[in-house]
């Protein structure tokens, strides 16, 4: 069965710092990958996806990720980080042939930026 | 922002009483979806439909009941609350077929339920 592991539970940062969240997912075939963000007391909002190519994908608010397939991994990066992306972050995957679209979450990861 | 509504955003019931949270749309989207969201969990899936009175389990699916009679409506039924029910139940829609966006998918504002 897929699985999603986020490695962070919570992370704190300063203004401007960098930041990087991991993300590890077990299926051994094709996948659609995703992150979204919750921002506090809202609904998760699509961050990025990769669904094919460039493995470098760029989203809103100037986040990024990169699937590397060897790895099973898809870690959101942001050069650097401000008080407004206090949010949760969650990581996401399904198949691309699955009929059902059927998506598989990771735990999350609680990001809070200090002013 | 997709068109997802869900009713009531926020509920507070007794253990053993039936509860039914909403979810609508003004997508006319076939695929519909329930999750809850839990600290520690993040969001699991509980039913989903993929049409009018076509719905399947998803990972924690004891305790639930799901209905769609139209495909605007997808209606999440827990047919004896219990506390450990106690979450924020969101609903999603999948992207239209045919377009880029067939494989994400879209949440409503979420409904935040407590059993006491």
């Known amino acids: 069965a897929q699985s999603v592991s986020q490695h962070n539970h919570h992370v704190i940062l300063s203004e401007a710092a960098s930041l990087e969240l991991g993300c590890n997912y077990s299926?051994?075939?094709?996948?659609?990958l995703f992150w979204y963000v919750q921002y506090p007391g809202q609904h998760l909002q699509l961050l990025l996806k990769?669904?094919?190519?460039?493995?470098l994908v760029k989203g809103i608010k100037g986040f990024e990720a990169e699937f590397i397939k060897s790895k099973f991994s898809f870690n959101l990066r942001k050069p650097s980080v401000q008080w407004s992306d206090t949010a949760e972050y969650f990581c996401?995957?399904?198949?691309?042939?699955?009929?059902?679209?059927?998506?598989?979450f990771g735990k999350g990861t609680k990001l809070s930026v200090k002013p | 922002d997709a068109g997802i509504t869900q009713s009531p955003r926020h509920k507070v019931t007794e253990t053993g009483t039936p509860v039914t949270l909403r979810c609508h749309q003004t997508?006319?989207?076939?695929?519909m979806y329930w999750y809850r969201q839990d600290p520690g969990h993040g969001l699991r899936l509980i039913h989903y439909?993929?049409?009018?009175?076509?719905?399947d389990k998803g990972e924690v699916s004891d305790g639930y009941s799901v209905s769609r009679s139209k495909t605007e409506d997808f209606l999440l039924t827990l047919e004896s609350a219990t506390s450990s029910q106690t979450s924020v139940y969101f609903c999603?829609?999948?992207?239209?077929?045919?377009?880029?966006?067939?494989?994400?998918?879209?949440f409503g504002p979420g409904t935040r339920l407590t059993v006491l």
């Open positions: 439909s993929y049409g009018v009175k076509d719905t």
């Open positions: 996401a995957v399904n198949s691309p042939g699955g009929s059902q679209g059927n998506l598989i």
């Open positions: 990769y669904f094919s190519g460039d493995p």
């Open positions: 299926y051994g075939g094709t996948v659609n």
């Open positions: 999603a829609i999948r992207g239209a077929p045919g377009q880029p966006s067939y494989n994400e998918q879209f």
């Open positions: 997508e006319n989207h076939r695929y």
